[in-house]
């Protein structure tokens, strides 16, 4: 199964910053919409932000003013910055990409964010 590749988790004191980054295979085609979504242990995947054309951003309220979401002209790659992280932004960040002429859903593999408090 075709998966994106995502890259830049770690762990981090609160406060400070990571930036996660994700690529699309050259197999995937079409891309319309990309975004991060992230699951804590024991609550359900929740969209943090996503780009879509024209470069409209959507974020969850969480990360309004904090996160920024980006994308290379290609829409191939897609970034996140973060900035001042919360211990609460803990989780498993997944990068997603969504298809229009064959409509599709794609996804990484999931990486891993530690903010200590």
């Known amino acids: 199964q075709v998966q994106l590749v995502e890259s830049g988790g770690g762990l981090v004191q609160a406060g400070g910053s990571l930036r996660l980054s994700c690529a699309a295979p050259?197999?995937?085609?079409?891309?319309?919409?990309m975004g991060w979504y992230r699951q804590a242990p024991g609550k359900q995947r929740e969209l943090v932000a996503s780009?879509?054309?024209?470069?409209?951003?959507n974020y969850a309220e969480s990360a309004k003013g904090r996160f920024a979401i980006s994308e290379n002209n290609a829409k191939t790659e897609t970034y996140l910055q973060m900035n001042g992280l919360k211990p609460e932004d803990t989780a498993v960040y997944y990068c997603?990409?969504?298809?229009?002429?064959?409509?599709?859903?794609?996804w990484g593999q999931g990486t891993q964010v530690t903010v200590s408090s």
């Open positions: 780009i879509s054309p024209g470069g409209r951003t």
């Open positions: 997603n990409a969504e298809t229009v002429f064959v409509p599709r859903s794609y």
């Open positions: 050259r197999s995937i085609i079409s891309i319309a919409v």
